[in-house]
C-alpha cells in the first residue's frame, strides 16, 4: 500500500492495481482500476510514486518494471523487461529530480553478480548499471537530501553509493575521517607480566618510584660510580699496592727514607758566631765606620707597650 503526497492511494495485491483519492475516510471505492498490471501468479514487489505525484513505477514478479501516468491510467507507458527477481520486495525508486528509475535485478548463487539498473524517465531506455555483488540487489533507497543511494543485497551486505560533489554529509562524514594516530603517552613501552606466585629468580622487578630508584642506584657502586678503595699489601689485578712485599721495600719506607730534622736552629746559628766576629764580611763592615759600637734596641716590658698604646687600641675589659 503506498500513498502520494497529494492524498492519492495506490494499493497493490498480487498482479492487479487499484487507485483512488482518500480526501475523506468514507471513499474506500477505488477511482482508477487496473487489472493484470503484471503477469498472474507473480507478486508485485514495488509501488512508488515520483516526486511531482503524476508518475509511478511498479517492480513485478515478471522480470519487469513498469512506468504509470496517473492522469491516463488505461495502459502503462513504458515497460522494461529482462530484470529477473526472485525475491518479494525488489525495490524500485525515482531519482531526486525525476529523470531517472532505479531498480536492482536478482541472480542465482555463482551465476554472476546482481546489478544496480537505471532507467531514463522520459524514453525508459537503460542508461546506466551497477555490478554490486555476487548475489541478487534486493532493496534500494535513493535519499532525496543526502543524494546518496543505499543498496542491501540477498547476501547480508549494505553498501552506500555517493558522489563527492553533488552529495552532502550522510557516507561523507565517515569516508573522509582518517585514522587517530596513538598518542605516546597512551602506548606502553614494555609489557608487564605480573607472576604473583613465581619463583624469585623469574619475578619481573615493579616499576618504582624515581626517588627510591635514584636511592636504590646510590647504593650500587657501579651505578653510582664509586671510586675504588686504594689497594692494602702487595697489588693485585693488575693494580700497584702501596708498598711491596719484600724486605727491600720495607726498609725503603721505614728506614731508608726517614729524613726527619732534629736539630736545634739556634746551636746550628751560634756555631758561626765566633767565625762572623773574626772574620766579618756581610753586615759589620757597612756599619764600621757610621757605628763602629753595636747598638741594641732597649728592652720594653709589655706593661709600657700597652700604656703607649692609642685608647682606641687598648684592650677593653
Known sequence: CLQSEPG???????????????RSLSQVHPKFHYKQAHDPGTDTSCVTFSYDGNVLSSR?????????DIRQFNKPLFSASGLPTMFPMTDCCFSPDDKLIVTGTSVQRGCGS???VFFERRTFQRVYEIDITDASVVRCL?????????????????????????SQRGAKLCVVKTQRKAKQAETLTQDYIITPHALPMFREPRQRSTRKQLEKDRLDPLKSHKPEPPVAGPGRGGRVGTHGGTLSSYIVKNIALDKTDDSNPREAILRHAKAAEDNPYWVSP????????????????????TKNEPEWKKRKI
Open 8 to 22: 492519492l492511494r495506490v494499493e497493490s495485491s498480487a498482479a492487479e492495481f487499484s487507485c483512488g483519492h482518500t
Open 60 to 68: 513485478g514478479g515478471d522480470d519487469t518494471l513498469k512506468l504509470w
Open 114 to 116: 546482481g546489478k544496480l
Open 142 to 166: 535513493w535519499h532525496p537530501k543526502l543524494n546518496q543511494i543505499m543498496v542491501g543485497t540477498g547476501n547480508g551486505l549494505a553498501k552506500v553509493y555517493y558522489d563527492p560533489n553533488k
Open 286 to 305: 757597612a756599619y764600621s765606620k757610621t757605628q763602629p759600637k753595636t747598638m741594641f734596641a732597649q728592652v720594653e716590658s709589655d706593661d709600657e707597650e
